[in-house]
């Protein structure tokens, strides 16, 4: 009798990094192990107050090693022999500075406490001023290298964080011989890689974040970016000109990692690619359906077929790119820089005096009970159109329109205010947030028909969900599986392993569908309509005055 396949979706998110071993006939979970990354808990290499956030590869490489060990020993050897594929997502875009062999600065000694040789995690906003020229430098050129990533450059990518590294540490600066996306790197490592150029570089994350085009013929030219800082020049010949989807193989895990993982070198790794995308893939996408991954910020994916997109472009969003979510369609990001964690803020200005409890378990179930509190007495407050009201911007705005530079605000605030007034304002502005995004879609010429919700704010909050359909006025489905970037991951390494043809039969096989709707309430639409005018109206003056 022949033996079922299995395969392995890894998922590094912001915090942790998780692992799951799945049925690839099924897409049942058979195992699952979750690895917080210790050096980033201490919050080591960070400095919030600078907008600097850094991760050390060791975190992730601890990480993927602890996980997938788990994993196999949760399996058995049965399993184990059967494993046939490894896909791997990562947040992006978080790259790191490498030398010749493919090995970031911050795994050499002379760097290993250097942040700055570090991954420069996707909201780190240290390039701010580097983003802006960018943007500036761009117009000076006849073709316009920003149009298929929304015509304007973040400070969250791949370029701009380059240039603030290599303006800002010289010794970087000397050492660095490429610069990698997160996602590109571990495929390299497990496969066992050993000079930069054998890296195969996503799709996804050259097209969203790099500037990289079909378009183009491959990046913009040297000249675009030596034009703009001579120590930029060269980078662009160390960058291969072809880009792979997630459902091609990388290569196979190398003897040593088949080692270390208790696996065998015929395992399958696929070419990586952001959690978002293959979140997206996990939570079964649909065309025109925007799947939104909501967590500490918000991912919003949408895939279109080429055909019918034809030459639109939409603006302010995080790129358009042939095949960044499934291969053959046109995949458009957007998102929110902070969604969970503006609720995040709240809750520890809320418990700062809890700091003075010693009892680390109990000053964490004091936090808990006080977020269960908000939302409780915040979704019996009645709805006034006076109320507090909120912008969500407390880590810039992503889209539509990055900025970077732009803050959060609360109005309307009165001795009267209380924590679970506050506390509906944020919801209502991170609701009007994705309003604003869903608009920019519409208006510029792609259709939303309706909406997927992922995530743990997605699964864990019906109030903030009832909120969100209230304010956009269509209903979302959120999807059954509390892992869809693993799970995601998981159907792109039964696709790259052979098991399927291309990573739709794969999701349709997989997949685990939906459990539970959330429609509008009729009665709220005409009181958040006016709500949202009064949010446009407040960040327009945040944007323009102060």
Same mark, same amino acid.
């Given at each position: 009798?022949?033996?079922?396949?299995?395969? @392995?979706?890894?998922?590094?998110?912001?915090?942790?990094?998780?692992?799951? /071993?799945?049925?690839? =006939? +099924? #897409?049942?979970? $058979? *195992?699952?192990?979750?690895?917080?990354?210790?050096?980033?808990?201490?919050?080591?290499?960070?400095?919030?107050?600078?907008?600097?956030?850094?991760?050390?590869?060791?975190?992730?490489?601890?990480?993927?090693?602890?996980?997938?060990?788990?994993?196999?020993?949760?399996?058995?050897?049965?399993?184990?022999?059967? @494993?046939?594929?490894?896909?791997?997502?990562?947040?992006?875009?978080?790259? /790191?500075?490498?030398? =010749? +062999? #493919?090995?970031? $600065? *911050?795994?050499?000694?002379?760097?290993?406490?250097?942040?700055?040789?570090?991954?420069?995690?996707?909201?780190?906003?240290?390039?701010?001023?580097?983003?802006?020229?960018?943007?500036?430098?761009?117009?000076?050129?006849?073709?316009?290298?920003?149009?298929?990533?929304?015509?304007?450059?973040?400070?969250?990518?791949?370029?701009?964080?380059?240039?603030?590294?290599?303006?800002?540490?010289?010794?970087?600066?000397? =050492?660095?011989?490429?610069?990698?996306?997160?996602?590109?790197?571990?495929?390299?490592?497990?496969?066992?890689?050993?000079?930069?150029?054998?890296?195969?570089?996503?799709?996804?994350?050259?097209?969203?974040?790099?500037?990289?085009?079909?378009?183009?013929?491959?990046?913009?030219?040297?000249?675009?970016?030596?034009?703009?800082?001579?120590?930029?020049?060269?980078?662009?010949?160390?960058?291969?000109?072809?880009?792979?989807?997630?459902?091609?193989? =990388?290569?196979?895990?190398?003897?040593?990692?088949?080692?270390?993982?208790?696996?065998?070198?015929?395992?399958?790794?696929?070419?990586?690619?952001?959690?978002?995308?293959?979140?997206?893939?996990?939570?079964?996408?649909?065309?025109?359906?925007?799947?939104?991954?909501?967590?500490?910020?918000?991912?919003?994916?949408?895939?279109?077929?080429?055909?019918?997109?034809?030459?639109?472009?939409?603006?302010?969003?995080?790129?358009?790119?042939?095949?960044?979510?499934?291969?053959?369609?046109?995949?458009?990001?957007?998102?929110?820089?902070?969604?969970?964690?503006?609720?995040?803020?709240?809750?520890?200005?809320?418990?700062?005096?809890?700091?003075?409890?010693?009892?680390?378990?109990?000053?964490?179930?004091?936090?808990?009970?006080?977020?269960?509190?908000?939302?409780?007495?915040?979704?019996?407050?009645?709805?006034?159109?006076?109320?507090?009201?909120?912008?969500?911007?407390?880590?810039?705005?992503?889209?539509?329109?990055?900025?970077?530079?732009?803050?959060?605000?609360?109005?309307?605030?009165?001795?009267?205010?209380?924590?679970?007034?506050?506390?509906?304002?944020?919801?209502?502005?991170?609701?009007?947030?994705?309003?604003?995004?869903?608009?920019?879609?519409?208006?510029?010429?792609?259709?939303?028909?309706?909406?997927?919700?992922?995530?743990?704010?997605?699964?864990?909050?019906?109030?903030?969900?009832?909120?969100?359909?209230?304010?956009?006025?269509?209903?979302?489905?959120?999807?059954?599986?509390?892992?869809?970037?693993?799970?995601?991951?998981?159907?792109?390494?039964?696709?790259?392993?052979?098991?399927?043809?291309?990573?739709?039969?794969?999701?349709?096989?997989?997949?685990?569908?939906?459990?539970?709707?959330?429609?509008?309430?009729?009665?709220?639409?005409?009181?958040?309509?006016?709500?949202?005018?009064?949010?446009?109206?407040?960040?327009?003056?945040?944007?323009?005055?102060?």
């Amino acid at each position: 009798m022949e033996q079922p396949s299995y395969v @392995i979706g890894v998922d590094y998110g912001t915090d942790s990094v998780r692992s799951i /071993v799945v049925n690839a =006939a +099924t #897409g049942q979970e $058979l *195992a699952a192990s979750v690895f917080f990354y210790p050096r980033w808990k201490k919050q080591l290499y960070c400095n919030a107050s600078e907008n600097q956030f850094r991760q050390h590869p060791l975190d992730y490489l601890e990480g993927l090693e602890s996980t997938i060990k788990d994993c196999v020993e949760q399996v058995g050897p049965v399993v184990a022999k059967n @494993i046939k594929g490894i896909a791997v997502d990562t947040t992006g875009s978080t790259p /790191v500075a490498v030398d =010749a +062999t #493919g090995t970031p $600065l *911050a795994l050499r000694p002379e760097f290993a406490e250097n942040p700055n040789a570090m991954f420069v995690l996707w909201k780190d906003h240290t390039s701010v001023a580097e983003a802006a020229a960018i943007n500036a430098h761009a117009t000076k050129f006849d073709t316009n290298y920003l149009q298929y990533v929304g015509g304007i450059y973040s400070s969250e990518w791949f370029w701009a964080k380059l240039l603030h590294v290599l303006r800002a540490d010289e010794k970087v600066a000397g =050492a660095i011989h490429s610069w990698v996306e997160h996602c590109d790197w571990i495929p390299f490592v497990l496969t066992g890689g050993t000079h930069v150029s054998e890296i195969k570089r996503g799709v996804c994350s050259a097209g969203h974040k790099g500037l990289w085009s079909e378009a183009f013929g491959g990046y913009p030219p040297d000249s675009f970016f030596s034009s703009l800082d001579p120590i930029l020049s060269g980078f662009t010949s160390k960058l291969p000109k072809e880009t792979y989807t997630s459902d091609k193989p =990388a290569g196979h895990l190398s003897e040593n990692w088949a080692t270390r993982l208790g696996l065998n070198t015929h395992v399958v790794v696929a070419v990586g690619a952001f959690d978002a995308h293959m979140g997206a893939v996990g939570g079964q996408i649909e065309p025109y359906y925007l799947s939104k991954v909501i967590g500490t910020s918000t991912c919003d994916m949408l895939v279109a077929p080429a055909s019918e997109v034809k030459d639109t472009l939409v603006g302010g969003i995080c790129g358009q790119v042939n095949g960044s979510i499934i291969p053959g369609m046109i995949g458009m990001e957007a998102g929110q820089s902070a969604f969970g964690d503006a609720y995040a803020w709240l809750k520890n200005i809320l418990s700062w005096s809890l700091d003075l409890i010693e009892d680390e378990e109990e000053k964490n179930k004091a936090a808990e009970k006080i977020m269960a509190a908000l939302t409780a007495q915040a979704a019996q407050l009645p709805l006034d159109e006076k109320d507090e009201i909120a912008i969500d911007w407390l880590n810039g705005r992503r889209t539509p329109d990055a900025n970077q530079m732009l803050h959060g605000a609360f109005a309307g605030l009165s001795l009267g205010t209380t924590a679970p007034k506050l506390f509906k304002a944020l919801v209502e502005a991170t609701c009007f947030g994705a309003k604003a995004i869903v608009e920019r879609f519409v208006a510029q010429g792609i259709p939303v028909k309706g909406l997927i919700g992922l995530g743990g704010v997605a699964k864990k909050s019906p109030y903030i969900m009832q909120v969100m359909v209230d304010v956009l006025n269509m209903p979302i489905r959120i999807h059954k599986s509390e892992q869809t970037c693993a799970l995601g991951a998981a159907m792109f390494a039964a696709t790259a392993a052979g098991v399927y043809e291309k990573v739709e039969d794969a999701m349709h096989a997989m997949g685990q569908g939906f459990d539970a709707t959330y429609t509008p309430n009729a009665s709220r639409v005409a009181y958040y309509q006016k709500r949202y005018e009064q949010y446009k109206n407040l960040g327009q003056f945040i944007e323009t005055k102060l």
